[in-house]
């Protein structure tokens, strides 16, 4: 169908998926000790295909942040998100809290991780998201880190106030930071700004925690009013309602097992309701670029 003079086309947002298991939750930390990681039941490869499957059925591309660790343990679900047409960023290799490492602990971390996906994809990796957003106002060199070791973009900063991340006073929508060691474009979690006050809306508990109408609400006022790109995310272990029940305290299960059954129907709703493509076809959109362009100018 050919659409009528003045049409404005729908804005393409970023769908990301953080691809992680369940007991990599950082909420876990305390309860799950990481020497015992290789024990526990994987579900991770089952959630990701079934992702995969998802996406197939509406068309959609996505920007998939793997853990290094994923990636080492089943090489052949990077593969297959590969070729399933789908980018390949990095979500650091060991799912540790950026606040958390010393400078040169996280270069390792951030190396590492690189080195396995692009070993695997066959590509230059160009994203990073941190685990659990947290690259935080007390983590600057962090960019420093991202930059030098070859990373395009970032994705682990969200403007908003929260007990375990966020900067709240950073910029809202994709922009460009300038370090000594060169530049990178951060892609921010996406929120709608009331007042003084920012509000995530676009994904993981947000997304199961609150109703759908408050996700479909806040992408449209910011694609709308704003004219830019919402950065939704997901994780694989938010579709397992049969995930094992790991003993957290009462905050940690209300925010890691809420609402698992509402996330596959939420997702298909969302991605009829919404255009949805990778961070850099997302991002270049905004200006008429091509994806391999620089995305911000």
Same mark, same amino acid.
């Given at each position: 169908?050919?659409?009528?003079?003045?049409?404005?086309?729908?804005?393409?947002?970023?769908?990301?998926?953080?691809?992680?298991?369940?007991?990599? &939750?950082?909420?876990?930390?305390?309860?799950?000790?990481?020497?015992?990681?290789?024990?526990?039941?994987?579900?991770?490869?089952?959630?990701?295909?079934?992702?995969?499957?998802?996406?197939?059925?509406?068309?959609?591309?996505?920007?998939?942040? &793997?853990?290094?660790?994923?990636?080492?343990?089943?090489?052949?679900?990077?593969?297959?998100? &590969?070729?399933?047409?789908?980018?390949?960023?990095?979500?650091?290799?060991?799912?540790?809290?950026?606040?958390?490492?010393?400078?040169?602990?996280?270069?390792?971390?951030?190396?590492?991780?690189?080195?396995?996906?692009?070993?695997?994809?066959?590509?230059?990796?160009?994203?990073?998201?941190?685990?659990?957003?947290?690259?935080?106002?007390?983590?600057?060199?962090?960019?420093?880190?991202?930059?030098?070791?070859?990373?395009?973009?970032?994705?682990?900063?969200?403007?908003?106030?929260?007990?375990?991340?966020?900067?709240?006073?950073?910029?809202?929508?994709?922009?460009?930071?300038?370090?000594?060691?060169?530049?990178?474009?951060?892609?921010?979690?996406?929120?709608?700004?009331?007042?003084?006050?920012?509000?995530?809306?676009?994904?993981?508990?947000?997304?199961?925690?609150?109703?759908?109408?408050?996700?479909?609400?806040?992408?449209?006022? &910011?694609?709308?009013?704003?004219?830019?790109?919402?950065?939704?995310?997901?994780?694989?272990?938010?579709?397992?309602?049969?995930?094992?029940?790991?003993?957290?305290?009462?905050?940690?299960?209300?925010?890691?097992?809420?609402?698992?059954?509402?996330?596959?129907?939420?997702?298909?709703?969302?991605?009829?309701?919404?255009?949805?493509?990778?961070?850099?076809?997302?991002?270049?959109?905004?200006?008429?670029?091509?994806?391999?362009?620089?995305?911000?100018?």
């Amino acid at each position: 169908m050919t659409a009528s003079p003045g049409a404005v086309r729908p804005v393409v947002n970023a769908m990301t998926i953080d691809v992680e298991d369940y007991f990599h &939750v950082s909420a876990f930390d305390g309860v799950v000790v990481r020497d015992q990681w290789d024990q526990l039941e994987s579900r991770v490869c089952a959630n990701t295909e079934r992702l995969l499957r998802i996406f197939e059925a509406h068309g959609v591309s996505a920007t998939f942040f &793997v853990l290094g660790r994923v990636a080492e343990q089943f090489p052949a679900l990077v593969a297959d998100i &590969v070729a399933a047409g789908h980018e390949i960023a990095s979500h650091g290799y060991d799912h540790r809290l950026v606040y958390s490492q010393t400078p040169a602990a996280f270069r390792e971390d951030v190396r590492r991780a690189k080195g396995q996906l692009e070993a695997l994809a066959g590509h230059a990796v160009d994203g990073y998201r941190a685990p659990s957003y947290s690259i935080t106002a007390r983590t600057p060199w962090a960019f420093d880190v991202l930059i030098e070791e070859g990373h395009k973009y970032d994705a682990s900063v969200f403007p908003i106030r929260h007990d375990r991340y966020g900067i709240p006073d950073a910029p809202r929508h994709a922009h460009v930071i300038a370090r000594a060691a060169g530049s990178l474009v951060e892609t921010p979690g996406s929120t709608v700004r009331f007042g003084r006050v920012n509000l995530p809306m676009a994904g993981g508990g947000y997304f199961r925690l609150l109703p759908y109408w408050w996700t479909r609400w806040g992408i449209s006022r &910011v694609n709308q009013r704003e004219g830019l790109p919402a950065i939704f995310y997901l994780h694989p272990w938010e579709l397992d309602t049969a995930q094992p029940r790991l003993p957290a305290n009462r905050l940690g299960r209300f925010r890691h097992y809420r609402n698992l059954h509402r996330t596959e129907g939420r997702l298909h709703q969302l991605l009829t309701d919404f255009r949805f493509d990778t961070v850099p076809v997302a991002i270049a959109a905004v200006r008429g670029a091509s994806p391999t362009d620089e995305m911000v100018a």
